[in-house]
């Protein structure tokens, strides 16, 4: 319950918007459980992580953008990025949670 509270957190936290034109990408809705998920699930999800670890970085280079542009202010950039690189960090842990416990089950 704690994880899909944070991962609920973390998608609400991406509806939010850096400057203009930069918006948060929305976090994966769903992450496989590793005790019960098949390989083909598990390389979905990571296939997922890897658009949304791109949409991350785009994001980031648009906040950069905002931020020479003068659109918004250096601490509304530092705070932006410090959601986006959480959010993104909480994420793949989870996932990489799942991905052990998927290992363990195949070893």
Do not use: W
């Amino acid at each position: 319950m704690r994880k899909a509270s944070t991962l609920l957190l973390i998608s609400l936290l991406f509806c939010m918007s850096a400057g203009a034109d930069c918006i948060l990408p929305a976090a994966p809705s769903h992450i496989p459980d590793g005790h019960s998920a098949n390989e083909q699930d598990m390389k979905a999800a990571m296939q997922t992580l890897q658009r949304y670890n791109d949409d991350v970085d785009e994001y980031m280079k648009c906040i950069d953008f905002e931020q020479r542009q003068k659109r918004i202010s250096f601490g509304d950039k530092e705070k932006d990025r410090g959601v986006a690189l959480d959010s993104l960090a909480t994420v793949v842990g989870h996932f990489n949670e799942q991905v052990r416990i998927f290992k363990s089950r195949h070893s």
